[in-house]
């Protein structure tokens, strides 16, 4: 290869892998200082001006998590029935589908119909060995990817909510890509598990770095850090 060619090769190589470090230091929420919600009112981060219905996208995960995260939304039962509301759950958990048509029948009334839901592949069952375990996410980021994003690459939602479930890391991972890329703008929302006192869980440290808002609900882990955000027990 001349020496010229490959000037210009590496010169292209350079600029583009200094325009991917400028944009992602640009999108990253860890390298911004954001000003706390003064409310739990102003949390979801769905406040604007236009008329477009917007969309929030919730992750049930099984266990208490589902039972957690429904109780979180009935705090914000008066603003999200104004929203589509797009549930998302990990395959096999059919408990968590009937305590989702309950929240939605007894909650939320006229608007419950105003909502959809949608099955991704578990990312880890409890129990389950370390590689068994990296299998199963490999299998629910394929099916993230074919079920959430490509399905709706032009119509991603305004929120993702979740309070933990591995399943949330790779949607949420393939959320901040199309950021990166500017083909969506969703907002990540991550609510740390009410079990979590001192030190976030394994999906809260993986999530911090790409999170619009981490949120938590012991005091001791708001002062620990930085980016966490501290209103009390929200279950």
């Not at 060995?129 to 394929?142: H, Q, R």
Request: with cysteine; aromatic share 8%.
């Amino acid at each position: 290869m001349e020496e010229s060619v490959f000037t210009i090769l590496a010169t292209g190589l350079f600029l583009l892998l200094l325009g991917i470090l400028v944009r992602l230091i640009q999108v990253l929420p860890c390298c911004h200082m954001r000003k706390h919600a003064t409310s739990k009112r102003d949390l979801l981060l769905l406040k604007n001006a236009t008329n477009k219905k917007k969309c929030l996208m919730v992750l049930l995960g099984s266990g208490g998590h589902t039972g957690e995260m429904l109780r979180i939304l009935e705090q914000w039962s008066t603003g999200i029935n104004n929203l589509h509301r797009e549930y998302v759950i990990s395959s096999g958990d059919s408990t968590s589908v009937l305590k989702l048509k309950k929240f939605e029948d007894n909650l939320l009334g006229n608007n419950a119909k105003d909502y959809g839901i949608t099955t991704i592949y578990r990312a880890r069952n409890i129990g389950e060995g370390k590689i068994k375990a990296v299998i199963n996410t490999l299998l629910s980021f394929k099916s993230t990817l074919i079920n959430l994003i490509l399905s709706r690459l032009k119509n991603q939602p305004d929120v993702f909510l979740t309070n933990g479930p591995g399943t949330a890391i790779p949607i949420a991972y393939m959320l901040f890509i199309l950021k990166l890329f500017g083909l969506c703008s969703t907002k990540i929302i991550y609510v740390e598990s009410l079990a979590r006192v001192k030190e976030l869980s394994l999906t809260g440290f993986l999530i911090l770095p790409i999170s619009d808002r981490i949120i938590v609900q012991w005091e001791p882990l708001a002062k620990r850090y930085r980016r966490c955000e501290y209103y009390g027990i929200l279950v």
